[in-house]
C-alpha cells in the first residue's frame, strides 16, 4: 500500500522567509501529486497538483512544487512566507489507474509564520 | 454553486448513540468520499463511492457505514459511537480520478 511521509511536523519561521516541506511517497509506478492547505478552522483547500508534464508545478498564492520521480519526492517550497500562511499543510499521493480517486494524506506539517 | 456541503458542523454523542454525518455537492461530481481527521495522523480514507450507485471500504471502515443515495449525497453512519470515533470528518468530492478533490467544511463530532 502507498505511503506518505511528510519529514516536518512542526515548523516556525519569520515573515519573508525561505519555506520548504518536504514529502516522499513510497509506490514507484504512475502518481497523481496534491498539496493541500488547511488554514485555522476551515477545511482543506488545493494549492497545487501533479498529474504530468513538467515537474515543476506551480500553485497559488506563490507556492510551487518540485516532482522528482528518481527521489519519489514532491517538495512544496515558498521564497517569502507570510503571517497568512500560517496553516497546516499536506501532501496527498493517488495511485493510478483505477485508484478511482483515492488518496493517501501525509500526517501534515504545522507551519507558524511570526511576525 | 456551494460546492461541497456538510451537515451537522457540530455533534456530541454518548458511547453507544447512533448518529448520520450528511454530505452533498452541487458540482455534478461521479465520486464521493468520507475522511476522519485526527492529530498527527493526517486524513485517512473511511469510505468511498467512485460512482452512484457503489461504495467500497477505505482504510479505517470499521465502526462506520455508507450511503450514496444519489449522484448528490453521500451520507456516513455510526451506528455504535465509541470515542474512538471522536474526529473531525470531511466529505470530498471529485469528477473522476484524474481531478482536484473537493472538500466539505468538516464536522467535529466528539463521543463520550
Known amino acids: 500500500a502507498q505511503s506518505v511521509s511528510q519529514h516536518n511536523h512542526h515548523v516556525i519561521l519569520s515573515e519573508a522567509a525561505s519555506l520548504e516541506l518536504g514529502c516522499n511517497y513510497s509506490y514507484g509506478g504512475t502518481v497523481n501529486l496534491f498539496w493541500y492547505v488547511q488554514y485555522p478552522g476551515q477545511h482543506l483547500q488545493l494549492l497545487l497538483k501533479y498529474f504530468s508534464g513538467d515537474p515543476l508545478v506551480k500553485g497559488i498564492k506563490g507556492f510551487e512544487a518540485e516532482f522528482i520521480k528518481s527521489k519519489f519526492s514532491f517538495n512544496l517550497r515558498k521564497p517569502s512566507v507570510q503571517w497568512s500562511d500560517t496553516a497546516e499543510y499536506f501532501c496527498a499521493v493517488g495511485d493510478t489507474p483505477d485508484s478511482w480517486g483515492k488518496l493517501q494524506f501525509g500526517s501534515g506539517t504545522q507551519v507558524v509564520v511570526t511576525p | 454553486n456551494a460546492g461541497v456541503t456538510q451537515t451537522p458542523k457540530f455533534q456530541v454523542l454518548k458511547t453507544g448513540q447512533s448518529m448520520t454525518l450528511q454530505c452533498a455537492q452541487d458540482m455534478n461530481h461521479n465520486s464521493m468520499y468520507w475522511y476522519r481527521q485526527d492529530p498527527g495522523m493526517g486524513l485517512r480514507l473511511i469510505y468511498y463511492s467512485a460512482s452512484e450507485g457503489t461504495t467500497d471500504k477505505g482504510e479505517v471502515p470499521n465502526g462506520y457505514n455508507v450511503s450514496r443515495l444519489n449522484k448528490r449525497e453521500f451520507s456516513l453512519r455510526l451506528e455504535s459511537a465509541a470515542p474512538s470515533q471522536t474526529s473531525v470528518y470531511f466529505c470530498?468530492?471529485?469528477?473522476?480520478?484524474?481531478?482536484?478533490?473537493?472538500f466539505g467544511p468538516g464536522t467535529r463530532l466528539t463521543v463520550l
Open positions: 470530498a468530492s471529485t469528477s473522476g480520478p484524474e481531478d482536484t478533490q473537493y
